[in-house]
């Protein structure tokens, strides 16, 4: 009997090279991902997976690229399920959305927000969908501003000019400086706090990550849009499996 060549064992190779990626990366973290290992797990020879990834460099790449969609599609979702009307609401379903999606996909929360992998430098095709996992909240943002509801403060606003401020307003056009400064300093807030929640690193005095990320949520409601709404029953994300 003929053996099954590699398509056939692997009928969409592409995507098992992808998943054996994250599942070593949560065995092993991403500065170990190996594409002969890759290789070995799935029974295929080195010259097969380097025809489909060329080298380790653009499978990091590729992974990135890959958290940065699922992170963007998940707050669009969170954000779009409620009325285009109801801005405070889908500023706060897009903060729970985050953290939420930080607890359910830690290795990939960590690939993109977590420790450099050393010698690995992000390439630029890799800022469209770091630019669209901001998006949703800088929607928000700027449909607040346009409303007349946006209080910006002191927040230091992106200086034109500046390689930052341009590669940002390419990929996010249509939206005023302020509610990208604001966008940027609210995502920073929430970033830390889901951040020391996943690390283990919570500051003691008995409040849960969710406590903290809800507390939060409202301090930004009320800091840049005079917001304090009631937020009973919000922000109680159901806790990923450990």
Do not use: N
Not at 119 to 127: D, L, M, R
């Amino acid at each position: 009997m003929a053996r099954p060549t590699k398509q056939q064992q692997h009928p969409d190779l592409g995507h098992a090279i992808m998943r054996t990626a994250w599942q070593q990366i949560a065995t092993s973290g991403a500065a170990a991902l190996s594409l002969r290992a890759i290789a070995r797990e799935l029974g295929i020879s080195a010259p097969a997976i380097y025809h489909y990834v060329p080298d380790r460099d653009a499978l990091v790449t590729a992974l990135v690229i890959e958290a940065y969609t699922s992170f963007s599609d998940h707050q669009h979702a969170a954000c779009d399920a409620l009325p285009e009307d109801d801005s405070i609401g889908r500023l706060r379903a897009t903060g729970q959305a985050y953290r939420q999606w930080a607890l359910e996909h830690p290795q990939h929360y960590q690939l993109i927000f977590g420790a450099p992998i050393p010698g690995y430098h992000a390439p630029a095709t890799v800022i469209p969908a770091a630019a669209q996992a901001l998006r949703p909240l800088l929607g928000v943002v700027e449909t607040l501003r346009r409303r007349g509801r946006l209080r910006p403060g002191h927040v230091p606003l992106p200086a034109p000019g500046t390689s930052a401020h341009c590669t940002s307003l390419q990929h996010l056009d249509g939206c005023a400086p302020e509610s990208l400064g604001v966008a940027l300093v609210i995502w920073a807030r929430v970033h830390g706090i889901v951040s020391l929640e996943l690390g283990g690193q919570l500051p003691p005095g008995g409040f849960t990550g969710g406590d903290l990320h809800r507390r939060e949520l409202e301090a930004i409601e009320h800091e840049f849009f005079g917001e304090r709404p009631p937020m009973a029953g919000c922000g109680h994300v159901q806790e990923a499996p450990a």
